[in-house]
C-alpha cells in the first residue's frame, strides 16, 4: 500500500543552527500532515500541520512546508536547543479516513 | 485534562501469560487508537474505534490480539497468549472528530520474556 517515509534516520547539528527534516508522501489523495516529536520514553507530541490547501505554516520556531507537486513535507526547526533533540514523524492522513499513516522517523541530535 | 492516561507504564511477562493493557483518552474525544511501535517496524496502527466501536482492526497482528472499548472512556488491549516478538512500546490515542491529529498517551512497554 501508499506510505509515508523518510529521506534521512539521522540528522545531527549544531546548537542555534536551524534543522530542516524532509518526509515524502506517496498517497496523492493525502489532504492532511502532521509532525509529531518522540523524546525517549514519550509518547508522540504534536507540534505542527498543514491541510493540502496550503503550501507553509508557521508556529514558534518551526516551519512546515508542503510541496504537492513532488509530494514532500519538510520541518524546519529555528535556532535548534538541546531540548528539541528527539525523533522525528510525519503523518500524513486522507479525507476518506481518520487514520494517520506515520513515516519511519528521523532522530535529531543536538551537539552543544 | 490530564491527557491520554495508559496503564501500566512497564510490564514484563512471561510467554505464555494474558497481557492486559489499558486506556483512558481524553474526555470528550470519540475516537481510539492503538498503535504498536517497534524499532523495525516504526509505529503501526492495530486497531481503531469511532464512538466505541471498532472501526478498523486491519492492523491486528493475529487472534491472539483482541481490544474492547467498553464505554467512551476506557480501552483494552488483550494478548493472550503473549510471546516473546509481542515486545514492543503499545501507545494509545484519542482524537476528536476526523479534521484534526491525535492525543498519544505516554505507552506501555511490553516485555515478554
Known amino acids: 500500500g501508499e506510505s509515508v517515509g523518510l529521506h534521512l534516520p539521522t540528522l545531527s547539528v549544531q546548537e542555534g543552527d536551524n534543522s530542516i527534516i524532509n518526509c515524502a508522501y506517496s498517497?496523492?489523495?493525502?489532504?492532511?500532515f502532521i509532525w509529531y516529536k518522540q523524546e525517549s520514553g514519550k509518547g508522540p507530541q504534536f507540534i505542527i500541520d498543514?491541510?493540502?490547501?496550503?503550501d507553509k505554516r508557521q508556529g514558534q520556531r518551526v516551519t512546515v512546508l508542503l510541496n504537492k507537486t513532488v509530494k514532500h513535507l519538510s520541518l524546519q526547526i529555528a535556532a535548534t536547543q538541546p531540548g528539541d533533540s528527539a525523533v522525528y514523524f510525519c503523518a500524513e492522513k486522507n479525507n476518506a479516513g481518520n487514520m494517520l499513516t506515520f513515516g519511519g522517523g528521523t532522530r535529531l541530535m543536538v551537539k552543544p | 485534562d490530564a491527557g491520554v492516561i495508559q496503564s501500566p507504564r512497564h510490564e514484563v511477562t512471561e510467554m505464555g501469560q494474558e497481557v492486559t493493557l489499558r486506556c483512558k483518552p481524553i474526555?470528550?474525544?470519540?475516537?481510539l487508537f492503538w498503535y504498536r511501535q517497534t524499532m523495525m517496524r516504526g509505529l503501526e496502527l492495530l486497531i481503531y474505534f469511532n464512538n466505541n466501536v471498532p472501526i478498523d482492526d486491519s492492523g491486528m497482528p493475529e487472534d491472539r490480539f483482541s481490544a474492547k472499548m467498553p464505554n467512551a472512556s476506557f480501552s483494552t488491549l488483550k494478548i493472550q497468549p503473549s510471546e516473546p516478538r509481542d515486545s514492543a512500546v503499545y501507545f494509545c490515542?484519542?482524537?476528536f472528530g476526523q479534521g484534526g491529529g491525535y492525543t498519544f498517551g505516554s505507552g506501555t512497554r511490553l516485555t515478554v520474556v
Open positions: 498517497n496523492s489523495a493525502s489532504d492532511y
Open positions: 490515542a484519542s482524537s
Open positions: 498543514i491541510r493540502s490547501n496550503m
Open positions: 474526555s470528550g474525544h470519540n475516537s
